[in-house]
């Protein structure tokens, strides 16, 4: 593929789009290797070790450059640098990223392209940049043995120079969210149908956080444990919660520093180590669906998914699926961020392994009638994989606008399972009663997530049984 600079001005000649600046003077690259937590500058951090960053410019240990788990060495991704594979390319810089809330559907659209045509994003992760952890990527990494050339300078450029809104570390999103881009032609009751054709790890590591009053065991106001555990059982422990002092980086949230090492993240603790496969995914991908006022209105905070996709957090939604989504606003309005590395269904302790990649995806514009998307796309976000279709359920669709925020797991299983119906009646030809016994029988519903207010149940019916 052609370089950045000849990638621009195709798109230029192509669409009429305007060459972006790239952010920053790109450092040599380098490698990473293990590292302490001692002495951590914010948030207490666990990891290995300390180390040092052996040679090998370029090259740090981990997954290869095409988005695989291989054993190969990866290149430190920093912007607009290395292999760029979309048609277009946008990054994540201060002026144009909104951290902790989406675009609304009145947003301006930061890139316009044509149906079917290709996007690289440089996706930024949020973990590393944060408040609780001190909001300075060179320190709280440098303390962590990453140096300097693995340390990206988009994250260093966002946490010191965004001002696009003000920064309320207790009510704001956390996500880092890049977009929104114009997909010409999409209109409201179209889908956007939205293929990964890769996610590649930006950097030879992550972070799993997990933070007072957040994720599957959170304290609750009083202090009171959720129903069915006890106060002794909740993570992190109650003794550790210093909300109360009112400054984030003294709060006592747990942030897990994890290496990247012959392509799987490797997390220890005393004796024993742990070794899992990565699985790099988008945990945001959306189109715009809040229809209110101002960048930071209550409707558009980036945590909870809704009707839009957003933060669905679904970890089969890496390289090679398809996410559709029901369009609402002129241009669709796609937007990506939350990347991760790695991810178990629930995400139970608030973080995936948070890491930044890049992502190349292709989107369609899909009208009703056409055929080119599943019936239920039109009216609910659905996704496949090349080996199952996955009908999405969620507790409270439609997050604030609707209401409130809904964390009942029932609500989201139901609504999984009446999608799941629709597809196999509506699209697949079965008797509705069939598919019911069917599903019983055959299909997979399994916990998206359980962090995020509003929660999420998804569902995989297999290809391989439909002949």
Known sequence: MADVVGQEAADVLTDGLGRRNFMGVVAALGALSAAS???????????????????????????????????????VLQPGRGRIRGDHYLSSTPDEVLWGYVPTVDAEPVMTIRSGRTVTIDALSHEGILED??????????????????????????????????RRFDVDGPHIVTGPIAVEGAEPGDVLKIETLEAVPRVPY?????????????????????????????????????????????????????????????????????????????????????????????????????????????????AGSTFYLPVK????????????????????????????????????????????????????????????????????????????VSGDLNVAMRRAIINALDFLQHDRGMDRAVAYAYLSAAADFAVSQVVDRTVGVHGLIAKSHFG
């Open 37 to 75: 937590v001692a002495g951590a500058p914010s948030a207490t951090a666990v990891g290995p070790a300390p180390g040092r960053e052996p040679g090998a410019p370029g090259k740090a240990p981990g997954v290869p450059g095409n988005g695989s788990t291989g054993k190969g060495p990866i290149d």
């Open 133 to 166: 952890q001190g909001r300075d990527p060179l320190e709280y990494f440098g303390a962590l043995g990453v140096g300097r050339s693995s340390i990206l300078d988009d994250a260093v450029d966002i946490a010191a120079g965004y001002r696009r809104t003000e």
């Open 206 to 318: 992550g972070v799993v956080s997990s933070r007072h009053g957040k994720g599957g065991l959170a304290v609750q106001p009083g202090p009171t444990p959720p129903a069915g555990i006890t106060l002794d059982e909740v993570m992190p422990p109650v003794a550790t919660d210093n909300r109360a002092s009112g400054i984030p980086s003294d709060y006592g949230n747990v942030s897990v520093f994890t290496r990247i090492e012959k392509g799987k993240g490797v997390m220890t603790s005393g004796d024993t180590t742990v070794r899992f496969p990565l699985r790099p995914f988008m945990g945001m991908m959306g189109v715009a669906f809040a229809d209110a006022d101002g960048l930071t209105a209550p409707e558009a905070n980036s945590v909870p998914p809704t009707l839009g996709g957003g933060n669905i957090d679904i970890r089969h939604l890496g």
């Open 329 to 404: 606003a002129p241009g669709a309005l796609f937007y990506v961020g939350d990347p991760h590395m790695g991810m178990g269904d629930g995400e139970v302790a608030l973080t995936a392994m948070e890491g930044s990649l890049r992502g190349t995806f292709r989107l369609t514009v899909c009208k009703p009638g056409s055929g080119d998307a599943p019936s239920v796309a039109y009216s609910y976000p659905f996704g496949e994989t090349k080996d199952a279709w996955i009908p999405i359920g969620l507790s409270d669709p439609d997050a604030l606008a609707g209401g409130g």
